[in-house]
């Protein structure tokens, strides 16, 4: 774990693009918020792997994101049951609940339904708020940081070591 | 479009599927197999063993092997275990996640076989509702076979509680209460003294003198004291009659006191020897524990097996919001061009494994889903020149489409299945055992909305009682039954169990009901009138000083009555003198 924040605290401090950075939260966001084993994740696995999305980040952000789901469960399933039982959509989930797809999806669970369609509602907002957080750290906070006591006691941890020691294989594609 | 795309992304996320299939097709068999166990378990809220499975693909199937369900009740005891369990699937439906299988077979279907380990499983949730606690209820044939040896009229007295004894003890303190109350209000009543006062008075009017003015004057105090008198005289009268009331009300509550020896003296002859009805139904007191164990049977395992006949209603109440599983959310249904059931065997060919030999037969139709399929679970069950049982046969329907107006019914025949120490009475002091026979049963039941509608008739031949060998017996209830059934060689019997499932009751007749009345009855009226007039006495010696003590405080209050009287004497008396004035 400390290897992963150290990984992704490089790539914040690298000269990765923002847009990787904040579309590999964005991707995992959907991936932890959602079911794990739930059929759209394989698309998540495929978009994360092919676009040029961070992967540290998407790691640590699945892990973080996953940890939020479990205690968002009731809101989920009350987006889910109020989207899939809203009587203006009921035309289009009957239309879908006759594909495999869908239903092999399992679209039709409140909690798959309503973690999906929580993060991809989210996903563009997220998107914008990461890239803007990135960037401003990068201007301000970064030369901050590095002159404060704080990180001359972090340069001599155990952590800062691992942190050098770390390939730089981020959104640059190096 | 190179800067945002990695290309070699698709070979990595190739050989990530690539893995997950291999590990899919290297562990399937173990996953299917805990499932089944996990599912299962959670199901039947006891173990469920499962000793393998084998997923094939082309063509779709599954095959089980050594399947166990423990009986929840009896954890050392598979309530069913199979051999071997063939399926295919259809693959189709299974990508919309409905598990359809056409067919089943079922090899070694056994029921009730022992267990090497307890299949017991902590519960999480509360079992569902079974018989075991109405059992606790009185059971339609709660009844202890007489035994008049052991009857002790004292000891039987000094365990129960008689009515008589609590009606006194009632009575004796609402006397006292009423004795204290009037004792209060009598201070309250004009007394002597106070009828004294009056006659100073009219002394005093009488010694008056002064002209025309003085005698009117005296005129007028006359008329005042006349009417002060007189309203003393009212309140008297007043309080005699309630007085009387009371008295009168606590008189009738005597009579029922003195009345109440006689419903506890009835009470008990019917609790501890036979009545009438019981003398002329005594087979309901040999047939009816065994027809009220089976009926219970039946009952605790329809309330289990019922969620899984409709489990589309309980997935209907789920989306409105009634229950929600936390992490697995609510799934919600939509409109189907051709509705197909979340789950659905269509058939099976089971050979079930009894004692007697092997059972044939099939059942269509299983599924929580009946109001998609429209079709009722069905099934039919048979086997000829079993060992002991010339032909057996079982079919039924349970038809849960309109879970409002469910109807399930059972049918059972069984011919000339030989009995041999079928034990018809397990009580010590009328052990009754059929040594050997033949006996046909037909069984037709009908549960319509929860109420049961069921008939059983019995017919025994070529039957041996195991006679009795004492001779102390002879001169007994229990050996008159037994001498009497000795003589017998063939009998019917016939059940009716009707009711709800949580109340029924079980009318029970037999031709042997006229042999059993008339070898017993002389012995039993004969030793009946014995224990009575030994009950009788210890009643009456028991209760008849707490009555005289009653009736004695009933008396006293006759000490208010005369005071109340006295006073009102002495008031007449002087409003008497007053008129003459």
Known sequence: ?174 | MKKWLRWQGFGIFGVIIILISLFWFVFIDLIVANMIEKYGTEIVEAKVDLESADLSLFPMGLALKGLQVTNPDEPMTNAVQIDQMAMSLEAGHLLKRKVIIDDMTLEGLRFNTPRKTSGAVVLKKTRMKTVEDSEKKDSPFAFTLPNFDNLDAKEILENENLETLTLVKELETEIQATKDNWQVQLQGLPDEKKFQEYKTRLENLKGKSGGVMGILGAASDVQNLHKDVKKDLEALKNGRNLFEQKRAFLKNRLDQVTSAPARDFNRLKNKYTLSPQGLSNLSRLFFGPQIANYINKAITWYYRVKPYLEGGAEKGKEEAGAKKIRGRGVDVRFAEDEPVPDFLIRRIKAAVLIKAGDLQGTMENITPDQDITGLPLTFAFSGEKLKGVRALSINGILDHISPESSKDTINLMLTEYSVADLSLSKDSTLPITVKSGLADLKLNSVLASGNISATLVGFMKAVQFAGSDSQDKKMSFSGAVQDALAGVSRFSMQANAFGTLDNYDVKLTSDLDGVLKNAAAGIIKKQSKHFEKELNGAIQAKVNGPIDRLQNGLLDLGSIDKELTQRLNIGNDLLGGLKIF
């Open chain 1, 1 to 174: 774990m400390l290897k992963m924040l150290a990984k992704f605290l490089k790539v914040l401090n690298s000269d990765a693009e923002p847009g990787q950075i904040s579309l590999a939260l964005c991707l995992a966001m959907i991936a932890g918020l959602t079911p794990l084993f739930s059929f759209h994740n394989l698309i998540v696995l495929l978009l994360v792997l092919v676009l040029r999305a961070n992967l540290s980040a998407f790691i640590l952000g699945w892990v973080v994101f996953s940890g939020l789901a479990y205690p968002m469960d009731h809101l989920f399933n009350g987006f889910g049951l109020a989207l899939l039982q809203a009587e203006a959509l009921r035309g289009l989930w009957t239309s879908l609940y006759k594909l495999s797809l869908f239903r092999l999806a399992h679209f039709n669970n409140s909690i798959v339904m309503g973690s999906l369609a929580f993060s991809l509602i989210a996903f563009i907002p997220f998107f914008f708020l990461a890239n803007f957080i990135v960037k401003r750290y990068r201007e301000h906070v970064l030369a901050w940081i590095q002159k404060s006591r704080i990180m001359q006691v972090f340069k001599a941890s155990k952590l800062y070591t691992i942190y050098q020691n770390i390939p730089g294989w981020g959104g640059s594609g190096s």
